[in-house]
């Protein structure tokens, strides 16, 4: 076996040995929680419907449900968050083994060491433990970065054919992948006009592209052609995301994911992947002066992306992963450059830049700080108090008289994750104001609500994620059996 292809096995394996572990020990993101209740709705009922206004397209839910299928899960209180995270998961290692197949396009040494990077970078190690979509969609845009480059090379139709299924994948993943599309078709305009050597363009090639693109997307968005609604509104979704790129309550300077990525200090702690940032503009500086297609194409089409990014208000830490793995393939390229410049010197200097990334992915998976606000990859996390609040609820359950079917209310606006770690509680209810307390044994409630049931019941209170606290109003004579347990 050929030495780069080993390299990058390894790199795989030491992507998978820092992904793997502990999955289930970060609590729930509100996004994941969401995905999770669609899913078990999806394994019970066995249809999807897709939503035009919020939580994307069908890619992550299909993936998952094989697997929820293996692992013995139907329903949604049999459901783990293993299991839902381990699609993510599957598709952040697939990543590293894809540059097996950009071994000819990026260099057999650019291939390894952009393998490496892609292993232990924290941004992309974090998010591929997370049941969101991102994932998915950086590894179906890389992959359409390939053939549409081995397009540019060879001319060949299988290659147009391959680039539409990508393109039809990415639009069933999420919504976003129109400013992939963009940045792709603004590289491939710029690099047309300054490579002398252009393929010739085929409408036959325009039509085999096209075709399997709305062919794909078609079918999924279908539900395998049992549901056509989803078909015009994944299009019509567009008018919607128009507005929420305007920020939604996400607004950030243009320099926030520069800033969060490269260099984010946290009181004393700093994290920083300054090294791949750095590495990548050694690529982009080599790719030009050593007149690398590839790699040009790939500057091109990066500093795109990350300038359209940069310029939408609406920023949350894992949209800017389609720019991050950017980065991570201009830094193989840059890593490649440094040991062909300088031999003995770059290398201590990139296993030392690997080994320093590994560590903060590592620390950032801690249980320190996988859900602490002060990880540049943590955004309005869950709070391990409500973890606990969930546990409170299922401990007074074990003594109620009623068990699991004790009822619960839940009198807040916001409530989530909580409906993912209360999912098995069938007399459960949510409401975004106060309610009738009538039957309920234990009530939830917004503190801006300022309820007071008197003497008879026992209030706690918990945090949901920071800034958001919760009362936990449990009856009276219930407490205080729990309480004869704890004796």
Not at 61 to 67: D, I, K, N, W
Not at 348 to 362: I, K, T
Request: glycine content about 6%; overall charge positive.
């Amino acid at each position: 076996m050929k030495l780069h292809w080993i390299a990058i096995l390894a790199a795989a394996a030491v992507a998978l040995a820092l992904r793997l572990p502990n999955l289930e020990q970060r609590p729930m993101h509100t996004d994941e929680a969401v995905h999770a209740v669609r899913l078990g709705d999806m394994l019970e009922r066995g249809a999807y419907e897709y939503d035009p206004h919020d939580y994307h397209g069908p890619t992550m839910y299909y993936s998952t449900v094989p697997l929820a299928w293996l692992r013995g899960e139907r329903t949604l209180a049999q459901l783990t968050a293993t299991t839902m995270r381990l699609v993510p998961l599957v598709f952040g290692v697939a990543l590293v083994l894809l540059l097996l197949a950009s071994v000819n396009i990026l260099g057999r040494a650019e291939a390894a060491w952009a393998a490496l990077f892609t292993a232990v970078s924290p941004f992309l190690v974090y998010f591929s433990r997370y049941y969101i979509m991102e994932m998915l969609l950086v590894f179906f845009t890389f992959a359409l970065l390939l053939a549409a480059w081995r397009y540019w090379q060879t001319g060949r139709i299988g290659w147009a054919i391959f680039a539409g299924v990508c393109v039809g994948l990415t639009h069933a993943t999420k919504e976003t992948c129109v400013i992939t599309w963009f940045s792709l078709a603004v590289a491939l305009a710029v690099f047309w006009l300054i490579e002398p050597a252009r393929p010739q363009l085929r409408p036959m090639h325009l039509v085999a592209f096209l075709l399997p693109a709305a062919m794909v997307s078609a079918v999924l968005f279908s539900v395998f052609f049992t549901d056509w609604r989803g078909v015009p509104q994944s299009v019509l979704t567009y008018l919607n995301y128009a507005k929420r790129g305007q920020g939604s309550g996400h607004e950030q300077p243009w320099y926030h994911y520069l800033q969060l990525y490269s260099w984010h200090r946290a009181g004393k702690i700093l994290w920083t992947e300054a090294a791949i940032v750095l590495l990548a503009y050694i690529g982009i500086f080599r790719s030009f002066h050593e007149r690398l297609g590839f790699g040009r194409f790939l500057a091109i089409y990066t500093l795109v992306i990350a300038g359209v990014y940069a310029l939408i208000p609406y920023k949350t830490p894992w949209s800017m992963l389609s720019v991050i793995h950017g980065h991570v393939l201009l830094a193989g390229i840059g890593a490649a450059g440094l040991v062909k410049w300088i031999p003995w010197g770059a290398w201590p200097l990139l296993l030392a830049a690997a080994g320093h990334l590994a560590f903060e992915s590592v620390r950032s998976d801690s249980v320190r700080f996988d859900s602490d606000e002060r990880n540049p990859c943590v955004y309005s996390h869950t709070s391990r108090d409500a973890v606990r609040l969930a546990d409170r609820i299922h401990q007074i359950a074990a003594v109620s008289p009623d068990g699991k079917q004790l009822v619960v209310k839940f009198m807040s606006k916001e409530y989530w994750p909580m409906p993912w770690y209360l999912r098995n509680l069938p007399n459960i209810g949510y409401w975004d104001k106060p309610a009738d307390p009538a039957g309920a044994s234990i009530i939830i409630s917004s503190p801006e609500f300022n309820l007071d049931f008197g003497d008879g019941w026992q209030t706690e209170l918990f945090g949901l994620r920071p800034g958001v606290l919760l009362q936990v109003h449990i009856r009276r004579d219930l407490w205080d059996k729990f309480m004869e347990t704890r004796k």
